[in-house]
């Protein structure tokens, strides 16, 4: 395979992801589509770093997976936080910035 | 006398008064569910899987024996009650005999009297083998070592209904207790046979004792569902239950009916009151049961066994007006027994009967145990409690 | 041989050969479980009760196939064939003697591993879309359970490939061939980890002691409340898949795989896998079972802490005999 | 055959993608990001990153998604199968994004010298070795930064002040049974 099939392919999971941040209303569907988009960037670095001929890629692919992991993990904190004052969890109920 | 609710001093009854926006689970907890020992339902109100609030409803096994009574005669009464407490059946004979007997004035002969002591305290021991395999059941599962404990009580409980078929013909429902007295006796070879067996099931309590001392036995029994001793005192809890929260009280010696009155019985009881003491108490129990029925077997008085002819015709029975409530002491509890006599049957049937079961007192406990624990620890706490729903529900 | 031609026919060898195992591990279990509580176990179909497993899957085949009405349909029939499928997928890279595995990955242990955290799934969407709140409860309860539990045994793991030095499952194996079992492993530090994996693969595959999901007295049938017929047989069939694939890894990982004197290596390697799977039999007919929240103080409190020691001791140990490679 | 595959990977991929973003149900949404996150995986496999592809499923799918079940059920009312999953601005959103895709996808292709064939794989072995040499200050940062977060997580997640535990009053005293005034 050429890089570029593997970048359009990234680039289109990418999008996806962006079309879930937009449309969605609900703070898990948000994460999906946070975590969708991550994953198109953690195969484009591991694509990369394939082409490219050293570990690099695949090591930062490892970093941002763990952050991604862990963003998924202080981003639940942040919704069951959300629907304990909210009582749900559609983002539009937490516009003001008020506890 | 209104008939308005009283106002009762309990949180979990009303549920408003706990965090009322909580997400609560209503988990309906039978009628129809392993571990519930017959047909009951406890609604539990869950947050998480924490019991908030728990609602038992009993009376799925109603089957109206009281009102029964009042249509049959005194000698047809014996075997519908066996079907009570179908895990006891001898107390249960027992109990409305004895009552008959205060009612009507009947002379219950000294061997009688041996044997039904003997046969109880091999019943009770029955009965709390059961208990024990329920109970490790309840916290091992159907697949797992609980069943080994189960299998491991079956195993001995079957020896005992061995030694009482062959005493009455029977393996559960005996009819064997009669106005005054007993209709079978012993039949030859039947001493040793109980020394054997009860030896035998005296060794194997100690493998259950053994096979149950782990960490994880202490882990799901020891602080679960603790019963204050003022609880139980208030809730009417009897037996071992009522013994395990630290009240030395038994029947056997504080109302002795039978021999018991020449009987040093040893009454256990335990501090705790948690289902860790009320393993102990019942274990214990066993023992104790094991060793007055060996010492009474081989004493047993000459003598008739019935006090009166047995009965043929209803008309037989005289019956005095006037009302008895008899008590004894069965492997759940105080079981009370009372009778009206007089109406028009009056020689007949008894005018009323109503039945004191511990199994319902036992479960009256639910309520107040409960709340704090997990669906986990509510299946020990409800085996822990060895309720009947046959006796409960009646 | 043609790599994908020797996998496809491996693989359906091994699947047959893995059924027709766990068919007569249910035989075995009801058996020896029968023995420990002095009845006879399964005596009518055949000589011994040996068709007994066939009977019951015939059995089992015949039943109402009953899917809840107000179920997630497609979710609550997938559930099933999908633990079937992890079940057997984890087989593919043991080594049952030298070159007899389906794919000798270099990252064989931690596919294995991959493979049982993804082993809890299936059961959470069993139980999700069965829509019952028992099944829920059992649901959540497996979930918490595995992800828990799925920390000490990846420690574990990570401590044999820290003293194999290799991630390869027939590399450990033949390791251990060259330079002793690892069960063997001086200070107690093998036997340690043995425990750790062993406890930890316990929980992980959801047998007693640890069984809170399915708790039958509790939970009716946990997440399996609702399933029928040969839906229900498939979660049963691949729970004793799973623990059988565990008996094998735990005897790859530390008992020296195929490694052993005079007969085959695949012998051994049988024999191993066995005994390892009766001792969880032994357990499972003896002990009672923990209360959800007292299984993950065990986890959290103590075998964490234990594996992550362990992990360093062990560090030190590769360090002091092999120094810096 | 590496077409094939890479085919077969790309298609589940982005209908799982798909999925995930428009799945009414949230759980499904979930198990579909299940599945991307899975497929992803198979990705890796297919760029010789076998040692990546068993770690995104360990940390991803048995981590996050974990994770996120754990939040859907305990943010939802659970009564039936259906959790709802809100979207709103389909429409716009779709125009947004196929034009970022165009931009995006005419950049790669307009791009001149981008290799068509990969070099030598990396073993395993020097990916650890990188990991504790070269890039050793953001393996450390790393490590520092999951604990971080595994504390922020647990004060965010706590319950501000834990509701005391019911105590239970005393029971009802047998006299209390036949409906006397109770204070």
């Given amino acids: 395979m050429t890089l570029s099939a593997w970048l359009v392919l990234g680039a289109g999971l990418f999008c996806i992801g962006v079309y879930g941040i937009l449309t969605r209303r609900n703070a898990i569907g948000l994460l999906a589509s946070v975590e969708v988009m991550a994953n198109a960037v953690n195969l484009l670095l591991v694509a990369f770093g394939r082409y490219h001929g050293t570990g690099d890629g695949q090591v930062f692919a490892l970093f941002t997976t763990a952050l991604t992991v862990t963003e998924a993990a202080v981003g639940l904190a942040l919704v069951i936080l959300l629907y304990r004052s909210r009582k749900g969890i559609l983002v539009d109920s937490a516009a003001e910035l008020r506890g | 006398m209104t008939l308005e609710r009283p106002d009762r001093a309990d949180p979990y009854l009303d549920l408003d008064e706990y965090e009322p926006e909580a997400d609560l689970m209503v988990l309906n907890f039978g009628p129809q569910h392993p571990s519930t020992h017959g047909v009951f339902r406890v609604v539990m109100y869950l947050d998480g899987e924490t019991i908030v609030k728990a609602v038992p409803y009993a009376g799925y096994l109603h089957r109206g024996v009281e009102k029964l009574c009042e249509k049959l005669t005194y000698a047809q009464i014996t075997p519908i009650v066996d079907k009570n407490d179908y895990v006891a059946p001898m107390f249960n004979e027992q109990a409305v005999n004895m009552a008959f007997e205060a009612l009507t004035g009947t002379e219950v002969p000294i061997r009688a009297q041996y044997i039904r002591t003997i046969v109880g305290e091999i019943q009770r021991v029955a009965s709390h083998l059961l208990w024990l395999g329920t109970f490790a059941m309840d916290l091992g599962g159907a697949i797992g070592g609980g069943t080994s404990v189960f299998m491991w009580c079956f195993r001995e409980r079957e020896m005992i209904l061995d030694l009482f078929e062959h005493l009455t013909g029977c393996r559960f429902h005996y009819n064997t207790h009669t106005l005054g007295g007993n209709r079978h006796d012993i039949p030859a070879g039947w001493a040793e046979k109980v020394h054997a067996t009860l030896g035998h099931i005296a060794q194997r309590v100690d493998e259950y004792e053994a096979i149950l001392d782990h ?3 202490k882990a799901r ?17 009897t037996g071992p239950l009522l013994r395990a929260s630290g009240v030395d009280h038994d029947l056997r010696r504080d109302a002795p009916y039978n021999i018991y009155d020449q009987l040093d019985v040893q009454v256990m009881t335990d501090t705790g009151g948690d289902c860790a003491a009320r393993y102990r108490v019942r274990v214990r129990e066993m023992r104790e049961s094991i060793r007055i029925a060996r010492a009474l077997v081989d004493n047993v008085p000459p003598g008739p066994i019935c006090g009166t002819k047995p009965i043929k015709l209803p008309v037989q029975t005289r019956v005095k007006d006037g009302q008895v409530y008899v008590a004894l002491e069965t492997p759940r509890g105080e079981l009370g027994t009372y009778v009206i006599g007089g109406g028009d049957n009056r020689n007949a049937s008894p005018y009323r009967l109503k039945i004191r079961p511990p199994s319902l007192h036992a479960l009256s406990a639910l309520p107040y145990v409960l709340p ?12 822990s409690l060895d309720p009947i729903m046959g006796e409960a529900d009646r | 041989m043609n790599p994908w031609l020797h996998a496809v026919l491996y693989s359906l060898v091994l699947v047959t050969v893995l059924m027709t195992c766990t068919a007569y591990a249910t035989w075995l279990e009801r058996k020896v479980a029968g023995r420990m509580q002095s009845r006879l176990g399964p005596t009518r179909v055949g ?7 066939i009977a019951d899957a015939l059995k089992l085949l015949q039943k109402e196939d009953i899917v809840p009405l107000a179920a997630d349909r497609a979710l609550f029939n997938l559930a099933p064939p999908l633990t079937v499928f992890f079940a057997l997928a984890t087989a593919a890279v043991i080594p049952f003697s030298p070159g007899l595995l389906a794919s000798d990955l270099d990252i064989g242990a931690l596919y294995v591993l991959a493979l049982s955290g993804l082993m809890v799934f299936p059961v959470w969407i069993g139980s999700w879309a069965s829509n019952n709140k028992y099944a829920l409860l059992g649901g959540m309860r497996a979930v918490a359970q595995g992800i828990s539990y799925e920390i000490p045994l990846l420690l574990s793991v990570t401590i044999v490939i820290l ?13 251990q ?16 980890t043995f425990a750790l994996f062993f406890v930890a693969a316990l929980a992980e595959g959801n047998r007693i002691p640890f069984d809170t999901p399915e708790a039958e007295s509790e939970l009716v049938a946990g997440p399996t409340t609702e399933y029928t017929g040969m839906k229900f047989g498939l979660f049963y069939m691949a729970e004793y898949l799973h623990s059988i694939i565990v008996a094998g890894l735990g005897a790859a990982l530390f008992l020296g795989g195929w490694d052993g004197p005079i007969a085959p290596g695949l012998h051994w390697m049988v024999l191993k896998t066995l005994g390892l799977w009766m001792v969880m039999l032994w357990a499972r007919w003896t002990f009672l079972r923990f209360r959800t929240d007292q299984m993950m103080t065990l986890c959290w409190r103590y075998l964490v802490p234990a594996s992550l020691g362990l992990l360093m001791a062990a560090a030190v140990w590769v360090h002091a005999v092999h120094g810096v490679s | 055959m590496e077409q094939l595959a890479f085919g077969l990977v790309a298609a589940v991929l982005l209908y799982s993608a798909l999925r995930v973003v428009s799945e009414d149900n949230l759980v499904h949404t979930v198990l579909w990001l299940g599945v991307t996150l899975a497929t992803t995986a198979a ?26 079940l754990f939040g859907v059920m305990l943010t939802q009312r659970v009564e039936s199968v259906e959790v709802p999953n809100a979207a709103a601005g389909q429409g716009r959103a779709a125009i947004v994004v196929a034009l970022l895709f165009g931009v995006i996808a005419a950049a790669v292709v307009k791009t001149p010298g981008l290799p068509s064939s990969p070099p030598v794989d990396v073993p395993v072995r020097a990916l650890g070795r990188s990991f504790l040499t070269t890039h050793l200050l953001a393996f450390e940062v ?6 971080t977060a595994m504390v922020g997580a647990i004060v965010l997640a706590r319950k501000a002040d834990p509701a005391p535990a019911p105590t239970p009053k005393p029971a009802p005293k047998a006299h209390d049974a036949h409906g006397e005034a109770h204070p």
């Fill in chain 4, 43 to 68: 990705a890796y496999v297919l760029l010789h990153a076998p040692f990546l592809a068993a770690i995104q499923i360990i940390l991803y799918t048995g981590g996050a998604l974990t994770l996120m």
């Fill in chain 2, 215 to 217: 960490p994880i036995f």
């Fill in chain 3, 177 to 192: 061939a060259d330079e002793g079992w690892f069960i063997a492993r001086p200070f107690g530090l093998g036997l340690a």
């Fill in chain 3, 163 to 175: 003293m194999a030095d290799t991630m390869s499952l027939s590399g450990i194996v033949q390791v």
């Fill in chain 2, 221 to 237: 029994t020891e602080g679960v569902g603790v019963i204050s001793a003022q609880l139980a005192l208030d809730l009417g809890l």
């Fill in chain 3, 47 to 53: 000589f011994a009760g040996l068709l007994q497993p």
């Fill in chain 2, 372 to 383: 704090g624990h997990g669906v986990s620890d509510a299946v020990a706490i409800l085996g």
């Fill in chain 4, 142 to 147: 790393l490590s520092v930064l999951l604990l």
